[in-house]
Structure formats: structure tokens, C-alpha cells
């Protein structure tokens, strides 16, 4: 890795986890001059070519709902201080915009947050540090039943069924494993988790560095 190159962190935890909370709170503390961040959910598959209620059943906390290729290539490009189209992902209709996004690699910080961020073993490989984030699952469910009630004008019962039968055994199945290839383990976002002081001060040193 050059000295240029950028310090790409994946953060991954289960659906209602606070993997967004935690990186607009390192954006907030170090500036969006300094930190990028990207969602692996910008690479879910377009599925235009489907009828919208087939695309409705689609499960989206699974693995081959992703284009890991294609974010696989993107990553690799910003390691080497390209600039990238990223996709914009359309979340109401499941498809993808025909406009993109061009992102340019000038920050010395990327932030890769996603359920499905460690899943690839490829990708894992192009990260300088792993973090997951370890919150129970009854949290989880209540803020994901907060969100989608909100957000998402759904049913409380229609979240339920669909985070029991869906996102619960995908979490199981893909995501809690990656609990053990991760580098840093945060519990809470303050100053008592270790976890959490550890990647804060990480972040911290990598600026002064590239500023100095």
C-alpha cells in the first residue's frame, strides 16, 4: 500500500446495528474532508427485469442479492487512487438509476458500512481493519421496527414476520460469522467501549499522519 493509498475500514453488524450512526459520527468528528463513506447497499443487483411483485420477495440480506464483483473492482480502484461511477440504488422500486455517482479517492479515511460488508473474502482482503458492531438482537428489532413503521409506511406485523423469517436467519447464517474475522469488536459508541476508542484513535493517528 502506497502512502497515498486510502485507509479503507468495513463495518458490518446486524440490520439496526447503528453501522450509519457510527459513520456519520466519525464524519461529524473528523469532516467529510477527511472521510468518504460508502454503502454496500449502493451494489444491490438492478432487478428491473422483474415484475415488481417479484421483486418485492427478493431476500435483500442475502448474499446474491449484492454485485460483489462489481464492488470488488470499485474498491480496488480507490486502493489505487482512481475514481470510480458508483451506483445509485432506487430502494422503492429496487432498481438501479441510469445516472451514477463519481466518486474521487482524495480522502485518506473510506468508510465501507453494510450488513454484507466482510462477506467476500476477496473484499475482506482490501480492508485495512475489520469492525463489527455487536448489538442484541431485541435492540435491533426495535429499531428496525421504528424505521420501517416510520420510514416505510409498513405494518408493525408485516416487519415482524419478514425480520423473524428473513433477517434473523441471515444475520445467523452470514453476518454473526464475520463477528470472528473482524479486527475491532465495538459494543457502544462512548469512551468506555474499547472497541470503540480503539478505531477512534486508529482514525485519529491516520490523519495526523497524512496531515503532517
Request: charge should be positive; proline fraction near 3%; include cysteine.
Amino acid at each position: 500500500m502506497s502512502n497515498n493509498s486510502p485507509f479503507i475500514i468495513g463495518i458490518t453488524g446486524g440490520s439496526g446495528s447503528g453501522k450509519s450512526y457510527l459513520c456519520n459520527k466519525i464524519v461529524n468528528k473528523f469532516g467529510n474532508n477527511n472521510i468518504l463513506v460508502i454503502l454496500v447497499d449502493s451494489y444491490y443487483r438492478d432487478l428491473s427485469h422483474l415484475k415488481f411483485e417479484e421483486r418485492e420477495k427478493n431476500n435483500f440480506d442475502h448474499p446474491n442479492s449484492i454485485e460483489f464483483d462489481l464492488f470488488y473492482n470499485h474498491l480496488s480502484l480507490l486502493k489505487k487512487n482512481q475514481h470510480i461511477d458508483m451506483p445509485i440504488y432506487n430502494y422503492k422500486t429496487h432498481t438501479r438509476k441510469n445516472k451514477v455517482k463519481k466518486i474521487k479517492s482524495n480522502y485518506p479515511i473510506i468508510l465501507i458500512e453494510g450488513i454484507l460488508a466482510l462477506n467476500e473474502k476477496k473484499i475482506r482482503g482490501i480492508f485495512d481493519k475489520k469492525v463489527f458492531i455487536d448489538v442484541k438482537n431485541k435492540i435491533r428489532m426495535n429499531r428496525r421496527l421504528k424505521r420501517d413503521t416510520e420510514t416505510r409506511d409498513r405494518s408493525i406485523e408485516s416487519i415482524k414476520n419478514q425480520y423473524e423469517s428473513m433477517v434473523v436467519p441471515m444475520f445467523k447464517k452470514f453476518i454473526e460469522p464475520m463477528k470472528k474475522k473482524s479486527d475491532i469488536i465495538i459494543k457502544k459508541f462512548e469512551k468506555n467501549d474499547s472497541g470503540y476508542v480503539k478505531l477512534i484513535n486508529q482514525i485519529k493517528k491516520i490523519i495526523n499522519d497524512k496531515e503532517s
